[in-house]
Nanobody, 123 residues
Framework: QVQLVESGGGLVQAGGSLRLSCVAS????????MGWFRQAPGKEREFVGA????????YYADFVKGRFTISRDNAKKTVYLQMNSLKPEDTAVYYC????????????????WGQGTQVTVSS
């Protein structure tokens, strides 16, 4: 049974930073890329970024390039989402996800999801 548990969300002012964490269990962590998604109220879930199993490749949605960074610590079975220069439009529930053995960018391609962590950015 694969389990993903996110943490690190909260309330931050515009321009601030947060680091989200996602701890995985139940599969060989380093084998699988990990993805981050978000869903704002009234909006569809959207891809934020993903990282390869080894951590040597990352892929980001255009709207976060240069502001967000994904990294992972395979020894700790943890993937991180460092979010800088946050904007009010970044307010959403953020989810980590795990799927197959290649980097995926569409939500329906992922098999396992965390419960999400709320990020609220005030103006």
């Amino acid at each position: 049974q694969v389990q993903l548990v996110e943490s690190g969300g909260g309330l931050v002012q515009a321009g601030g930073s947060l680091r989200l964490s996602c701890v995985a269990s139940g599969r060989t962590f380093s084998t699988y890329p990990m993805g981050w998604f978000r869903q704002a109220p009234g909006k569809e879930r959207e891809f934020v970024g993903a990282i390869s199993g080894s951590g040597d490749r990352t892929y980001y949605a255009d709207f976060v390039k240069g502001r967000f960074t994904i990294s992972r610590d395979n020894a700790k079975k943890t993937v991180y989402l460092q979010m800088n220069s946050l904007k009010p439009e970044d307010t959403a529930v953020y989810y980590c996800a795990s799927g197959g053995t290649i980097i995926l960018t569409r939500g329906h391609e992922y098999d396992y999801w965390g419960q999400g962590t709320q990020v609220t950015v005030s103006s």
